[in-house]
C-alpha cells in the first residue's frame, strides 16, 4: 500500500537515471537527511530535553564515531564489496589520512581545513594505488596478504620516522583545531554537523558512481576478470582506481577519525584490528551495497555500547560486579559468533534483509 | 663472517617454528580449500588449555591428551556450527567465517582460563650447547634444535599420513575435487572432522613450542599473521612449502634486522619484512614455491 511503485512512470532521461527512481525511497532519503539535520541538532539545543538525553555523549561518542566508520567502511566496500579486491589495510590508509592532514596543516601554514582533509585524501589514494599494484598479478587470499604488507609497513614507517609526527614520543599526534572558513567547530554538536555533511556528499557521491560506467566496470571485474577484460574493460585502470577511490575514502575517514572524533591519535591506534572491524561492518551490513555500509557501520559501533550498557544493568539489576576480563570476553565470543551467525544466515547483510523487507513491503497489505 | 652465519642458523631454528604454525593452514587449505585464519586462536587456545590443567594439578602426559580432547571438541562443533552450513559458498566467505571464529576462540580460551601470561616448562633449556660453542664459536639455543627436531619428526608423521594412509589418501581426494570425492563414497564430513583434528594437534605442538619460548600469552595469536608470508612463499598446498618458506622467512627477517635496518633507519623491520619479501617474490611467481600451478589471468 505505502511502498508501491506502480503508477510511477518516468517519461525522461533524467528521471529514468535519477539516484532514487522510486518516489517513496526518495522521501525516506530526504526525511532521513533532514533528519539528520535539523531534527537531532534542534533537539539537542532545545531546553529541558537534554535532562532526559545525554547528547553530548550521544554526539561524541556514537554519532560521530559511526558516520567517520560509514565512511571508511564504504570505502572498503568500494574496494571489496564492488571491485572485488580483498584488503586488510583499511586502517593503514585512514592512518595515511590522519597523518597527511595533520603534516599538512602543521607545515603549510593557511592552508584551508578542508583542503587539507582532501589533500589527506588524495595522499592516501596515492598510498593505495602503490599498495594496489600487487593486485594486478594476484587475487584473493594472496592479495590480502598484500595489503597486510601495507597496514604493518605504514604503521611501521609512522613510528619509525619521527617527520610524520613532528618528533613526538612515540608518534602521537595532537590535531589542530577544526577551524573552516573561521568558523571553529568546538562543540560535539558542530563536528558532528561537519562530519555529517562530508560524509553525506561522499556517500551520494559513492552511490552515484557505483551505478556510473566505472562502477559497472568495477562489478564486472569482481564477478569475472577474464570475461571483463574480453568486453573492453582495462583490467589494470579499473582496479587501481579502486584502490585509489577507496582510500581516497579511507583518508578522509582517518581525517575526520584523527581531528572530528578523537583529536589525538598515534600509529598503533590503527593497527590491524581497526582493520578487521571494518572489514566487519561491510561483512554484517552487506558486500556491495552503499547501505550496507551504514548498517554495518551501526551495528559495529553500537554492540559494544550496547553490550556494555547491558553488562552494567546486569550489575546494577543483581547487584553484582562482573570481573572487568568477564565483559570485554564476551564481547568477543559474542563478535564472533554474530560474524558467523550473518555469514551462514545472510551472507549478504543486514542489506539484503533490507531489500527483503522491501519487496514484502511492496505487496503488503495484499500479498496476491 | 661467523656472525653471519650464528645469525643466519638463529634465523632458520626461528623459521622452524614459523613453518609450524603454517603447517596448520597448509592442512586445512588442502582438505577444504578453507583459508583458516583461526589457526593462530587454536594455537593460543590448545596451549592455555594445556598450561591450564597443568596448573589445576593434571600431570604432563594428561594436560596433553585433555588438551586435545578439546581441539578434537573444537574440531567436531567447528565442522557442525561453521562449515557445515557454509558449503558450497566462496572461499572468502569462509576465510571471514573463520575470522568470526578466531575472535569466537580468542573469547573462550581468555574466559575460561583468564588472561594473564603463564609460563610452560617443557623440560628443555633455551640456553647454548657448550659443544658447538666451543667448537666453533656459535651459540645455537638447545631447545631450537630440540624444536626443530619435534618439526621434522611431525612433517615426517604427517608425509606418511598424507601418503599411505587410507585416511590421508581421501583427505588428497577431497582436496583435489569435492563432487568427485563425494561420488566414490567419500564422507566429507568426516575429512572435515579429520583435518581440523590434525590441524588442532599441529596447534598443540606449535602452541607447546612457542608458549615453552615465550610465554602462553595472548600475542600467540599474532603468529596466524607470522604464517601468512611463508604461506605466501611456500605456496597454500604445500607441506614441504610451509617448511621451506618458514626457513626463507626466518632466516631473512633476521639478516634483514642485522645487515638491512641500519639503511632504512633503525630496527624494527622484522615487523614488515616477511610480507614484503612475500610481496616481492609474489610478482615472480604467484603460486609459491611449491604451489599448484594454476593458470588463469589477474
Same mark, same amino acid.
Given at each position: 500500500?505505502?511502498?508501491?511503485?506502480?503508477?510511477?512512470?518516468?517519461?525522461?532521461?533524467?528521471?529514468?537515471?535519477?539516484?532514487?527512481?522510486?518516489?517513496?525511497?526518495?522521501?525516506?532519503?530526504?526525511?532521513?537527511?533532514?533528519?539528520?539535520?535539523?531534527?537531532?541538532?534542534?533537539?539537542?539545543?532545545?531546553?529541558?530535553?537534554?535532562?532526559?538525553?545525554?547528547?553530548?555523549?550521544?554526539?561524541?561518542?556514537?554519532?560521530?564515531?559511526?558516520?567517520?566508520?560509514?565512511?571508511?567502511?564504504?570505502?572498503?566496500?568500494?574496494?571489496?564489496?564492488?571491485?572485488?579486491?580483498?584488503?586488510?589495510?583499511?586502517?593503514?590508509? @585512514?592512518?595515511?589520512?590522519?597523518?597527511?592532514?595533520?603534516?599538512?596543516?602543521?607545515?603549510?601554514?593557511?592552508?584551508?581545513?578542508?583542503?587539507?582533509?582532501?589533500?589527506?585524501?588524495?595522499?592516501?589514494?596515492?598510498?593505495?594505488?602503490?599498495?594496489?599494484?600487487?593486485?594486478?598479478?594476484?587475487?584473493?587470499?594472496?592479495?590480502?596478504?598484500?595489503?597486510?604488507?601495507?597496514?604493518?609497513?605504514?604503521?611501521?614507517?609512522?613510528?619509525?620516522?619521527?617527520?610524520?609526527?613532528?618528533?613526538?614520543?612515540?608518534?602521537?599526534?595532537?590535531?589542530?583545531?577544526?577551524?573552516?572558513?573561521?568558523?571553529?567547530?568546538?562543540?560535539?554538536?558542530?563536528?558532528?554537523?561537519?562530519?555529517?555533511?562530508?560524509?553525506?556528499?561522499?556517500?551520494?557521491?559513492?552511490?552515484? @558512481?557505483?551505478?556510473?560506467?566505472?562502477?559497472?566496470?568495477?562489478?564486472?571485474?569482481?564477478?569475472?576478470?577474464?570475461?571483463?577484460?574480453?568486453?573492453?574493460?582495462?583490467?589494470?585502470?579499473?582496479?587501481?582506481?579502486?584502490?585509489?577511490?577507496?582510500?581516497?575514502?579511507?583518508?578522509?575517514?582517518?581525517?575526520?577519525?584523527?581531528?572530528?572524533?578523537?583529536?589525538?591519535?598515534?600509529?598503533?591506534?590503527?593497527?590491524?584490528?581497526?582493520?578487521?572491524?571494518?572489514?566487519?561492518?561491510?561483512?554484517?551490513?552487506?558486500?556491495?551495497?552503499?547501505?550496507?555500509?551504514?548498517?554495518?557501520?551501526?551495528?559495529?559501533?553500537?554492540?559494544?555500547?550496547?553490550?556494555?550498557?547491558?553488562?552494567?544493568?546486569?550489575?546494577?539489576?543483581?547487584?553484582?560486579?562482573?570481573?572487568?576480563?568477564?565483559?570485554?570476553?564476551?564481547?568477543?565470543?559474542?563478535?564472533?559468533?554474530?560474524?558467523?551467525?550473518?555469514?551462514?544466515?545472510?551472507?549478504?547483510?543486514?542489506?539484503?534483509?533490507?531489500?527483503?523487507?522491501?519487496?514484502?513491503?511492496?505487496?503488503?497489505?495484499?500479498?496476491? | 663472517?661467523?656472525?653471519?652465519?650464528?645469525?643466519?642458523?638463529?634465523?632458520?631454528?626461528?623459521?622452524?617454528?614459523?613453518?609450524?604454525?603454517?603447517?596448520?593452514?597448509?592442512?586445512?587449505?588442502?582438505?577444504?580449500?578453507?583459508?583458516?585464519?583461526?589457526?593462530?586462536?587454536?594455537?593460543?587456545?590448545?596451549?592455555?588449555?594445556?598450561?591450564?590443567?597443568?596448573?589445576?594439578?593434571?600431570?604432563?602426559?594428561?594436560?596433553?591428551?585433555?588438551?586435545?580432547?578439546?581441539?578434537?571438541?573444537?574440531?567436531?562443533?567447528?565442522?557442525?556450527?561453521? =562449515?557445515?552450513?557454509?558449503?558450497?559458498?566462496?572461499?572468502?566467505?569462509?576465510?571471514?567465517?573463520?575470522?568470526?571464529?578466531?575472535?569466537?576462540?580468542?573469547?573462550?580460551?581468555?574466559?575460561?582460563?583468564?588472561?594473564?601470561?603463564?609460563?610452560?616448562?617443557?623440560?628443555?633449556?633455551?640456553?647454548?650447547?657448550?659443544?658447538?660453542?666451543?667448537?666453533?664459536?656459535?651459540?645455537?639455543?638447545?631447545?631450537?634444535?630440540?624444536?626443530?627436531?619435534?618439526?621434522?619428526?611431525?612433517?615426517?608423521?604427517?608425509?606418511?599420513?598424507?601418503?599411505?594412509?587410507?585416511?590421508?589418501?581421501?583427505?588428497?581426494?577431497?582436496?583435489?575435487?569435492?563432487?568427485?570425492?563425494?561420488?566414490?563414497?567419500?564422507?566429507?564430513?568426516?575429512?572435515?572432522?579429520?583435518?581440523?583434528?590434525?590441524?588442532?594437534?599441529?596447534?598443540?605442538?606449535?602452541?607447546? =613450542?612457542?608458549?615453552?619460548?615465550?610465554?602462553?600469552?595472548?600475542?600467540?595469536?599474532? =603468529?596466524?599473521?607470522?604464517?601468512?608470508?611463508?604461506?605466501?612463499?611456500?605456496?597454500?598446498?604445500?607441506?614441504?612449502?610451509?617448511?621451506?618458506?618458514?626457513?626463507?622467512?626466518?632466516?631473512?627477517?633476521?639478516?634483514?634486522?642485522?645487515?638491512?635496518?641500519?639503511?632504512?633507519?633503525?630496527?624494527?623491520?622484522?615487523?614488515?619484512?616477511?610480507?614484503?619479501?612475500?610481496?616481492?617474490? =609474489?610478482?615472480?611467481?604467484?603460486?609459491?614455491?611449491?604451489?599448484?600451478?594454476?593458470?588463469?589471468?589477474?
Amino acid at each position: 500500500m505505502l511502498y508501491r511503485e506502480a503508477g510511477q512512470f518516468r517519461t525522461t532521461y533524467a528521471e529514468d537515471q535519477q539516484l532514487f527512481p522510486i518516489r517513496q525511497d526518495r522521501i525516506v532519503a530526504i526525511l532521513f537527511l533532514l533528519f539528520a539535520f535539523l531534527v537531532v541538532p534542534i533537539a539537542s539545543v532545545m531546553p529541558g530535553l537534554d535532562r532526559m538525553i545525554d547528547f553530548q555523549y550521544w554526539y561524541s561518542g556514537v554519532l560521530i564515531p559511526f558516520l567517520i566508520f560509514a565512511l571508511a567502511a564504504l570505502g572498503l566496500n568500494i574496494l571489496t564489496g564492488y571491485a572485488g579486491q580483498l584488503s586488510l589495510g583499511t586502517a593503514a590508509f @585512514m592512518a595515511v589520512g590522519a597523518f597527511a592532514a595533520y603534516n599538512l596543516e602543521l607545515r603549510l601554514p593557511g592552508i584551508p581545513m578542508l583542503a587539507s582533509f582532501i589533500l589527506a585524501g588524495v595522499i592516501a589514494a596515492l598510498v593505495g594505488i602503490v599498495f594496489g599494484l600487487p593486485s594486478l598479478r594476484i587475487k584473493g587470499f594472496y592479495l590480502a596478504v598484500a595489503t597486510l604488507a601495507a597496514q604493518f609497513f605504514v604503521v611501521w614507517a609512522l613510528q619509525k620516522f619521527g617527520w610524520f609526527s613532528n618528533y613526538s614520543t612515540s608518534g602521537v599526534i595532537t590535531s589542530q583545531k577544526l577551524v573552516i572558513f573561521g568558523y571553529a567547530f568546538d562543540t560535539p554538536m558542530k563536528r558532528y554537523l561537519l562530519v555529517l555533511a562530508i560524509v553525506a556528499l561522499m556517500a551520494l557521491a559513492a552511490k552515484n @558512481m557505483v551505478r556510473s560506467s566505472i562502477g559497472r566496470a568495477w562489478m564486472a571485474v569482481r564477478d569475472m576478470d577474464v570475461a571483463a577484460a574480453v568486453v573492453g574493460i582495462p583490467i589494470m585502470k579499473t582496479k587501481l582506481l579502486a584502490f585509489a577511490i577507496s582510500s581516497f575514502y579511507c583518508g578522509v575517514a582517518g581525517a575526520l577519525y584523527a581531528f572530528a572524533y578523537l583529536g589525538t591519535v598515534e600509529p598503533e591506534g590503527f593497527n590491524l584490528d581497526l582493520s578487521f572491524r571494518v572489514l566487519f561492518m561491510i561483512i554484517i551490513g552487506g558486500m556491495g551495497s552503499i547501505l550496507g555500509s551504514f548498517l554495518g557501520a551501526a551495528f559495529i559501533v553500537l554492540l559494544p555500547i550496547f553490550l556494555d550498557l547491558s553488562a552494567g544493568s546486569i550489575e546494577r539489576g543483581f547487584g553484582l560486579a562482573l570481573p572487568s576480563g568477564l565483559v570485554s570476553n564476551l564481547t568477543l565470543i559474542i563478535f564472533g559468533a554474530l560474524i558467523v551467525f550473518f555469514l551462514v544466515v545472510e551472507p549478504l547483510g543486514l542489506a539484503r534483509i533490507w531489500q527483503i523487507a522491501k519487496e514484502k513491503l511492496r505487496l503488503w497489505p495484499f500479498p496476491h | 663472517m661467523q656472525f653471519f652465519f650464528e645469525v643466519l642458523i638463529g634465523g632458520l631454528l626461528a623459521g622452524v617454528m614459523y613453518s609450524l604454525v603454517a603447517l596448520g593452514f597448509v592442512l586445512i587449505y588442502k582438505a577444504s580449500g578453507v583459508f583458516n585464519f583461526a589457526q593462530g586462536a587454536m594455537v593460543f587456545f590448545a596451549a592455555l588449555t594445556m598450561v591450564g590443567f597443568t596448573e589445576l594439578g593434571a600431570p604432563f602426559w594428561l594436560a596433553v591428551a585433555l588438551s586435545l580432547v578439546a581441539m578434537v571438541i573444537l574440531a567436531f562443533l567447528t565442522e557442525r556450527v561453521v =562449515l557445515r552450513p557454509l558449503v558450497n559458498q566462496p572461499q572468502i566467505t569462509l576465510f571471514m567465517a573463520t575470522i568470526g571464529l578466531t575472535f569466537f576462540i580468542e573469547g573462550v580460551a581468555q574466559l575460561s582460563w583468564g588472561a594473564q601470561v603463564r609460563a610452560l616448562d617443557l623440560g628443555i633449556a633455551d640456553e647454548p650447547i657448550e659443544w658447538i660453542s666451543l667448537n666453533t664459536g656459535m651459540s645455537i639455543s638447545k631447545f631450537d634444535l630440540v624444536a626443530s627436531g619435534i618439526a621434522a619428526v611431525l612433517v615426517a608423521v604427517l608425509a606418511v599420513f598424507f601418503n599411505k594412509t587410507r585416511v590421508g589418501r581421501a583427505l588428497r581426494a577431497v582436496a583435489d575435487d569435492h563432487q568427485a570425492a563425494l561420488a566414490v563414497g567419500i564422507s566429507l564430513q568426516r575429512i572435515w572432522v579429520t583435518v581440523w583434528i590434525v590441524a588442532g594437534f599441529v596447534a598443540l605442538v606449535t602452541g607447546m =613450542l612457542w608458549g615453552a619460548r615465550n610465554g602462553v600469552q595472548f600475542a600467540l595469536t599474532f =603468529l596466524a599473521l607470522k604464517a601468512l608470508p611463508v604461506l605466501i612463499l611456500g605456496g597454500f598446498e604445500s607441506v614441504a612449502g610451509a617448511i621451506v618458506g618458514g626457513l626463507i622467512v626466518g632466516a631473512s627477517e633476521k639478516l634483514a634486522e642485522v645487515y638491512l635496518a641500519k639503511y632504512v633507519g633503525g630496527g624494527g623491520i622484522e615487523s614488515w619484512f616477511p610480507y614484503v619479501l612475500a610481496l616481492l617474490f =609474489l610478482l615472480v611467481r604467484p603460486e609459491g614455491l611449491f604451489g599448484e600451478k594454476h593458470i588463469d589471468r589477474v
